[in-house]
């Protein structure tokens, strides 16, 4: 099981909103796709469910082609799209109902996914409300609850947590990485932190192209700040000159007030041991000492940022 999206193109008029973008996706997987607002991710997400017919390429979801075998692909798909979008005037049990119903589900089997639904989204008590009636907290969820009633094999979300508190953020992370392990999962976001919390994968596209496609892992390590260490004094203090005489290291940062110290590593490689034994030697003022993953921020805008500066 897998699917498999090749040279996929979407103009609208003469915006190229898509171009050319070409992965595959294995079962386990969970792809963050990545990339500043505009730069194509909801419009790759709508012509992958079909929602929208690309200009050029093709679409395989589980071997079914989406353009030739519609219904047989969208089978397979559960889709959150942007702003989880419902029906206002329905009530959360209606609605999920005839989602359910959508989805070709029936007795025992329906009453159970209906009841998995309610309970791992914590929908229980807003069951008779309608859905225009809820935060958008809970609208996200019942958009989510939708998304997945019918247990699908590849999950399609647009900004899950997207208007969640940071509780309710966590409680989807952890859903997610749940569900991970026999399904196809791709996540639009723009928070950073969730590629690193739930993601195998990360595909990063800017102006519809697809720029990176590596492990959150590997995009941490484009970071200048990978392995670099930080310092925090117990009285400002310049370090810069000693610091510098260490030849691993690549550059320092020094906060305003001078107690507040990153120092680069110049190869990426680890330099915590060497400034530690410095710290030693010289029984430098230092209060806490700590390596750093890398700043997926960073890496993000050098990235991104190109010609729109
Ligand atoms: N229906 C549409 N008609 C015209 N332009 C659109 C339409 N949908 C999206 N766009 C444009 O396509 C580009 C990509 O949009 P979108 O896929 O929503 O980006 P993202 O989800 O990454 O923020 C944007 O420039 C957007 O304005
Ligand atoms: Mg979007």
């Not at 996540?187 to 590596?214: F, P, Q, W």
Request: charge should be neutral; hydrophobic fraction near 40%.
């Amino acid at each position: 099981m897998m699917i498999e999206v090749q040279h996929l193109t979407r103009y609208f008029g003469r915006l190229c909103a898509v171009g050319d973008v070409s992965f595959k996706m294995d079962v386990g997987e969970v792809l963050g796709f990545l990339g500043p607002n505009g730069a194509g991710k909801s419009t790759t997400m709508k012509l992958i469910t079909g929602f929208l017919t690309p200009s050029e390429g093709r679409i395989f979801i589980c071997w079914h082609d989406l353009l030739e075998a519609p219904i047989l692909a969208k089978q397979q798909i559960g889709y959150l799209p942007e702003g989880s979008p419902s029906y206002g005037d329905m009530t959360v049990l209606e609605f999920l109902n005839f989602i359910a119903g959508i989805r070709a589900l029936s007795g025992q089997k329906k009453k159970d996914r209906l009841e998995f639904v309610i309970v791992s989204l914590h929908l229980e008590h807003v069951l008779p409300q309608s859905i225009e009636t809820l935060s958008k907290g809970y609208k996200r969820r019942v958009g989510l609850a939708q998304a997945i009633i019918h247990d699908p094999s590849v999950l399609i979300l647009d900004e899950p947590t997207d208007g969640l508190d940071p509780n309710q953020k966590h409680e989807v992370r952890e859903l997610i990485k749940h569900m991970a392990k026999d399904k196809i999962i791709i996540v639009s976001t723009h928070i950073l932190e969730e590629v690193a919390a739930v993601c195998t994968r990360t595909i990063v596209i800017d102006k519809g192209k697809v720029i990176v496609d590596c492990t959150p892992k590997a995009l941490m390590a484009r970071s200048r700040y990978y392995n670099a260490v930080t310092l925090k004094l117990t009285k400002a203090c310049d370090l810069t000159a000693q610091l510098k005489e260490l030849n691993t290291i690549g550059g320092v940062e020094v906060d305003k007030e001078g107690k507040h110290y990153t120092v680069l590593s110049r190869s990426k490689q680890p330099i915590f041991l060497e400034i530690q034994s410095l710290i030693q030697k010289q029984a430098l003022p230092v209060e806490a000492c700590y390596i750093e993953k890398g700043r997926l921020d960073e890496v993000f805008r050098s990235m991104t940022v190109g010609d729109r500066a």
